[in-house]
């Protein structure tokens, strides 16, 4: 008998397959029953920390934060969703974060002269940008984001330029004469022949008339540099897939199966595109052409040029390479949801106070030599915001007992709330039916508790003015440190200076982060206005 899946809702009724896939939610915990060989099948295709072997008939699925699109035998497709967020979160999560990346003003890599070099070393794998070219490869990606059609719009209508070349033509074909090129007559290749036409040629050119004329002959030509870009993308793509092939060999089991079937699935998606005859004929591209007004503007070339700039910049995300493996390998949200936060809360400050005036490098610690330490973008007036800033007895940022690393760490150089503050994204959430005896919330998405109590850590240990959850919630929350002040449910609750711990929610299908906003406004000062 084939393996038969059961939700914990009803323990009896094996689940059934809905359009070719069984929807799962990732918070839940499944048993699959069936024969011990099968079992073990299934479990060799997923992450061993997601399974659990109960007894020889019975396997326990437990996905965690990993989510997506599972491919399993004897199960088929199997697609695991969060109840935290909305089942295309995920998506716009890396579509926003491929936005943000993209427009930073990176210390290295952003002039035009370097945007073709190939990085070939593996200590820089490319994570994000194959979690993007996946995304957009797929057929599940929203329409906008999709790179297929894009492109099949530029092959029916690809981009050219209308030339003329010069051509030796008999004179009775010939149909248009340029001026300059009536001196060619003169010479022997027009071959001047007598003549007793009466015409006004015959006339000034003494009884004779030329047997052959040079005529400017139009044509079209398609080796331009917008085609020369597209084709360069085409080559990324196929550079990106080539590289994770080789990750892949190297591998667990479940791994490699799922890396190479998403390698499959890019190439199939790219194959007929690939071969396409309009490539054969095209030059190397020798230069980006930024300044062109078709990749800007036209339809099809300006969805290639915002793919080709999500795709390259991506490649300088501030991930330690295990943390970033996680996005790979599980489809980690929270991993990914940690990222995102960062990035928002550069991209809201930048509302603020404008765009940023640099971002850095990536710097190797003391500690080890695979972990990212203080990734930052800096603005004009000397704020900094950091992502995984190491702080210990050690280092330049000082923690007087463990090294501690949060998520975000906000440094104002000026105005009355100078100092850190801090931020650490913790996707998870406390759903609550009645109302909270200390504080009387009702909302059913609220906080966890334990993590409000590891802000307090963060703040003795680290002497930061304030310290914030980020969370996919709904509850605004903050507590002073005095008693002078009250708990603030809103940001404009907050005291002029305050200090203490709370909570922000942020939501990735929120386009914009009023609570997130209004903090960052209140905390760099009364003066601070936000650029229109």
């Known amino acids: 008998m084939a393996p038969r899946l059961f939700s914990p809702d009803d323990p009896r009724t094996p689940l059934a397959h809905s359009d070719g896939l069984l929807r799962l939610q990732a918070e839940l915990t499944y048993t699959v029953e069936g024969e011990p060989a099968d079992l073990e099948a299934i479990a060799d295709a997923l992450p061993p920390d997601l399974t659990r072997r109960c007894t020889d008939r019975t396997l326990q699925l437990a996905f965690g934060n990993a989510v997506g699109r599972f491919d399993l035998p004897h199960l088929g497709a199997v697609n695991v969703f969060t109840?935290?967020?909305?089942e295309d979160d995920y998506t716009?999560?890396?579509?926003?974060l491929a936005d943000e990346i993209a427009e930073l003003p990176l210390e290295a890599g952003t002039a035009a002269h370097g945007m073709f070099e190939r990085d070939e070393d593996p200590a820089r794998l490319r994570y994000l940008a194959f979690l993007y070219l996946r995304l957009i490869t797929s057929d599940q990606a929203p329409a906008h984001l999709q790179l297929v059609p894009a492109l099949q719009v530029i092959l029916h209508h690809p981009h050219r330029r209308l030339m003329r070349e010069a051509q030796w033509v008999p004179l009775e074909r010939t149909r248009h004469v340029d001026p300059g090129s009536l001196h060619q007559l003169l010479t022997t290749r027009a071959g001047l022949a007598r003549s007793p036409s009466n015409l006004a040629l015959a006339s000034a050119l003494r009884g004779h008339l030329p047997t052959y004329v040079e005529e400017a002959v139009p044509r079209t030509d398609l080796d331009v540099p917008e085609n020369r870009f597209v084709r360069h993308v085409l080559d990324l793509a196929q550079d990106l897939v080539r590289t994770f092939r080789a990750l892949a060999r190297d591998r667990p089991l479940h791994f490699r199966r799922r890396l190479e079937a998403d390698c499959d699935q890019i190439a199939r998606a790219l194959a007929p595109i690939n071969c396409h005859p309009l490539w054969a004929g095209l030059s190397p591209m020798a230069r980006l052409p930024f300044d062109s007004t078709v990749l800007q503007s036209a339809r099809g070339y300006k969805d290639i040029f915002r793919h080709y700039l999500r795709l390259r910049q991506s490649t300088r995300v501030p991930l330690e390479?295990?943390?970033?493996?996680?996005?790979?390998?599980?489809?980690?949200?929270?991993?990914?949801y940690e990222l995102w936060t960062y990035f928002t809360v550069a991209r809201t400050l930048g509302d603020i106070l404008g765009p940023p005036s640099s971002a850095?490098?990536?710097?190797?610690?003391?500690?080890?030599a695979s972990a990212r330490r203080g990734f930052q973008i800096t603005w004009p007036k000397g704020h900094v915001l950091y992502y995984n800033l190491t702080f210990s007895r050690r280092s330049e940022r000082f923690s007087y007992s463990v090294p501690l690393r949060p998520d975000i760490t906000l440094d104002l150089a000026s105005g009355p709330n100078a100092g850190l503050h801090i931020f650490d994204a913790k996707f998870r959430l406390y759903r609550v039916d009645a109302p909270l005896a200390d504080d009387g919330d009702v909302d059913q998405a609220t906080f966890r508790r334990d993590d409000i109590?590891?802000?307090?850590?963060?703040?003795?240990?680290?002497g930061a003015r304030t310290v914030w959850i980020l969370y996919p919630g709904t509850v605004f929350k903050f507590y002073p440190t005095g008693r002078e002040y009250p708990l603030a449910s809103t940001p404009s609750k907050l005291s002029p200076i305050p200090g203490g711990v709370g909570s922000i929610p942020l939501i990735p299908a929120e386009l914009l982060a009023p609570d997130l906003s209004a903090t960052l406004l209140h905390l760099l000062g009364p003066t601070t206005t936000a650029i229109p």
């Open 92 to 96: 716009r999560m890396i579509e926003q």
């Open 321 to 336: 390479p295990a943390r970033a493996a996680e996005l790979l390998e599980l489809k980690d949200i929270a991993t990914l």
């Open 83 to 86: 109840g935290k967020f909305g």
């Open 360 to 368: 850095s490098g990536f710097i190797w610690t003391e500690f080890s």
């Open 453 to 462: 109590h590891k802000m307090h850590t963060y703040r003795d240990a680290l």
